[in-house]
């Protein structure tokens, strides 16, 4: 089946890093989303992981990937007020064209 | 990647009516999906609109309720039929090629 699976919320202060965990059921995924939805906006792809890699990184943002597990992360380091949305992750299984989203997980940066 | 422009980007409509919303895309692409976010949920997808055939529904969308065009390779219209306060959510279309890039969304209120 296909299911995607996030923490719902999580708070962290201003500076520090951020971890957001997301689990997928679909093995055959060949690629696996990361996006931010501020309030009221629309979606913005953060970046992307390719199946076969287990780790990208793209400035502050780096994505780790353990396919054994399905579990999939992404870290934002030095995170700063303006991280403050709600970050879904998605995943794209093999042989569908569409994107199956998680339930979103809301950052909230305090000082 | 692709950029993406919604019309309208919010509209309030009175129940019974229909709403025609527009995605115009900057390049020329294969396929486009147009996908539902109710309020505090994640995203589904609706259908998928490749150009030249008939859209393809999801499991819960019909075509009477959601009908969708795509003269072209860079326009999909997705309208929604008959409104009730249950249609009240953000409409977003989405594009492949391009790395699955959203649209700022169509925010839709039905009073």
């Known amino acids: 089946g296909e299911d995607v699976e996030q923490s719902l919320f999580l708070s962290v202060r201003e500076g520090d890093s951020s971890v957001i965990n997301c689990t997928y059921t679909?093995?055959?995924?060949?690629?696996l989303y990361w996006y931010k939805q501020e309030p009221g906006a629309g979606l913005q792809l953060l970046t992307y992981?390719?199946?076969?890699?287990d780790m990208k990184q793209d400035q502050r943002l780096t994505v780790l990937l353990n396919k054994k597990d399905k579990h999939l992360s992404l870290r934002i380091a030095d995170t700063q007020t303006g991280d403050s949305a709600i970050y879904f992750c998605?995943?794209?299984?093999?042989?569908?064209?569409?994107?199956?989203f998680g339930a979103g997980t809301r950052l909230a940066v305090h000082p | 990647s692709a950029v993406i422009s919604q019309k309208p980007s919010r509209d309030i409509c009175q129940r019974g009516t229909s709403l025609t919303i527009q995605c115009q895309v900057d390049?020329?692409?294969?396929?486009m999906f147009w996908y539902r976010q109710q309020p505090g949920q994640s995203l589904t997808l609706i259908a998928t609109?490749?150009?030249?055939?008939?859209?393809?529904?999801e499991s819960g969308f019909v075509i009477d309720k959601f009908p969708i065009s795509r003269p072209n390779l860079t326009f999909s219209t997705l309208t929604v039929s008959n409104m009730s306060p249950e249609d009240s959510s953000i409409y977003l279309c989405?594009?492949?090629?391009?790395?699955?890039?959203f649209g700022s969304g169509t925010r839709l209120t039905v009073v």
């Open positions: 989405s594009v492949d090629p391009g790395a699955y890039t």
């Open positions: 609109a490749n150009q030249g055939s008939e859209a393809t529904y």
């Open positions: 390049s020329q692409v294969t396929m």
């Open positions: 992981i390719f199946s076969n890699m």
């Open positions: 679909d093995s055959s995924s060949t690629y």
């Open positions: 998605a995943e794209n299984p093999g042989g569908y064209n569409k994107l199956i």
